[in-house]
């Protein structure tokens, strides 16, 4: 049986241009920019990893 393989999207014109401009805007940063909200989520979804409790199952 065969699997279709998913096309993948291709970039072009004004918007290929814009992703080029940004990835080389970014290019000389040290480090990307994690706005608050999105690292106050990444912490409750480390604390929650770190808390998980696997329960076995009967037998």
Known sequence: MAITIRTI???SGETA???VEMAEANNGCEQ???PAQMKASIS???ERS???VI???AR
Request: without cysteine; hydrophobic residues 45%; proline residues 6%.
């Open 50 to 52: 770190r808390n998980i």
């Open 17 to 19: 241009q814009r992703f």
């Open 9 to 11: 999207p291709v970039l």
């Open 44 to 46: 409750r979804m480390m």
């Open 32 to 34: 990307t920019s994690v």
């Open 55 to 57: 329960k076995r199952a």
